[in-house]
């Protein structure tokens, strides 16, 4: 089993920035693949943003693309996505997910790809 704790979330106005930690603890050697996805009042979870434990390769969606920045510090057993010019658009409650991995970036932009899950973060931006 994999615990994941997201943290980091907040209101801010539209042009700010937030980051968000992911704590991870628990069975973590088994899992290479970090995702983050967000869930919009009333729309459907999408991806925004993956990494590899292992190699720190990342991909993320277009909406984010050059304003979002996922890292990760192994010391720590943690993930954080780093959000610069945010829009109101980017409201979501955002989630960290944890994945066996590998695979393409096809297929590590689906929800079917992580097995465990943290409760979300509320991010709220303002126009």
């Known amino acids: 089993q994999v615990q994941l704790v997201e943290s980091g979330g907040g209101l801010v106005q539209a042009g700010g920035s937030l980051r968000l930690s992911c704590a991870a603890s628990?069975?973590?050697?088994?899992?290479?693949?970090m995702a983050w996805f967000r869930q919009a009042p009333g729309k459907e979870r999408e991806f925004v943003a993956t990494i590899s434990w292992s190699i720190g390769r990342t991909y993320y969606a277009d909406s984010v693309k050059g304003r979002f920045t996922v890292s990760r510090d192994n010391a720590k057993n943690a993930v954080y996505l780093q959000m610069n010019s945010l829009k109101p658009e980017d409201t979501a409650v955002y989630y960290c997910?944890?994945?066996?991995?590998?695979?393409?970036?096809?297929?590590?932009?689906?929800?079917?790809?992580?097995?465990?899950w943290g409760q979300g973060t509320q991010v709220t931006v303002s126009s």
């Open positions: 997910a944890a994945g066996y991995g590998p695979g393409s970036d096809t297929w590590l932009t689906r929800g079917a790809a992580y097995q465990y």
């Open positions: 628990g069975r973590t050697f088994s899992s290479d693949a």
